[in-house]
Nanobody, 119 residues
Framework: QVQLVESGGGLVQAGGSLRLSCTAS????????MGWYYQAPGKQRELVAA???????NYADSVKGRFTISRDNARNTVYLQMNSLKPEDAGVYYC?????????????WGQGTQVTVSS
């Protein structure tokens, strides 16, 4: 059984930083793209940043220059370094990973971690 577990959320003042982590565990043959998504209250989940297995990244325009996504393939872990946080960055952050377990790849989601930014 595959599981994604996130950590690192919390309360931070505007202008501060947080680092989110997400680790996949279970019967994993391989992990392709990994990403972080953000959901504000009452809104749809949207992509914040994604990274391929080879390290190619892409970011939402709103976070370019402030957030950095990285991964450690040996640890099945993806990170999101969030700097210069703004109140509008607050919400629940979810990680997603395309995981090959068995014969096929499917997307798995973490449980979400809350980020609160005080002004």
């Amino acid at each position: 059984q595959v599981q994604l577990v996130e950590s690192g959320g919390g309360l931070v003042q505007a202008g501060g930083s947080l680092r989110l982590s997400c680790t996949a565990s279970g019967s994993i043959f391989g992990i392709n793209a990994m990403g972080w998504y953000y959901q504000a209250p009452g809104k749809q989940r949207e992509l914040v940043a994604a990274i391929t297995r080879g390290g190619t990244t892409n970011y939402a325009d709103s976070v370019k220059g402030r957030f950095t996504i990285s991964r450690d393939n040996a640890r099945n872990t993806v990170y999101l370094q969030m700097n210069s946080l703004k109140p509008e960055d607050a919400g629940v952050y979810y990680c997603k990973a395309g995981i090959v377990a068995g014969l096929r790849e499917r997307d798995y989601w973490g449980q979400g971690t809350q980020v609160t930014v005080s002004s």
